[in-house]
């Protein structure tokens, strides 16, 4: 009887072990995991700094103005009255649109006039 219990002791503790064992090994491979994604995020992190830097260089007001004289020499500036002028033009034509009845768009669209 005694020796039944030790063996099955042994056998609990081995089985205990290997169980350990096996989660040790699980555990580095996810650390490994995690040090690897990690260094992953750090260099996209640096190309997003990188590319945040060379967006605001080239979107410079400076450097637009220049490259627009340079070469666009006919382009004027547009005056405001000009830009309210389209504004006023664009929110017209969506009243209208807007206007419009809805059953001639749903006619438009329906099966009968597709015939």
């Given amino acids: 009887?005694?020796?039944?219990?030790?063996?099955?002791?042994?056998?609990a503790l081995l089985l205990t072990l290997?169980?350990?064992?096996?989660n040790n090994s699980n555990l580095r491979q996810l650390?490994?995991?995690?040090?690897?994604?990690?260094?992953?995020?750090?260099?996209?992190?640096?190309?997003i700094a990188v590319l945040?830097?060379?967006?605001?260089?080239?979107?410079?007001?400076?450097r637009l103005e220049n490259l627009a004289e340079r070469f666009l020499p006919s382009l004027r500036v547009a005056k405001t009255r000009q830009v309210r002028v389209l504004e006023a033009q664009d929110r017209s034509e969506e009243?209208?649109?807007?206007?419009?009845?809805?059953?001639?768009r749903e006619a438009a669209l329906s099966y009968e006039t597709i015939k």
């Fill in 1 to 11: 009887m005694r020796n039944t219990a030790t063996l099955l002791v042994s056998f």
């Fill in 18 to 22: 290997a169980f350990a064992l096996q």
């Fill in 31 to 47: 650390r490994v995991e995690v040090q690897r994604l990690q260094d992953t995020i750090a260099n996209e992190k640096s190309r």
């Fill in 52 to 62: 945040r830097v060379d967006y605001a260089n080239i979107t410079r007001i400076s």
């Fill in 95 to 104: 009243m209208r649109a807007a206007e419009e009845p809805k059953n001639a």
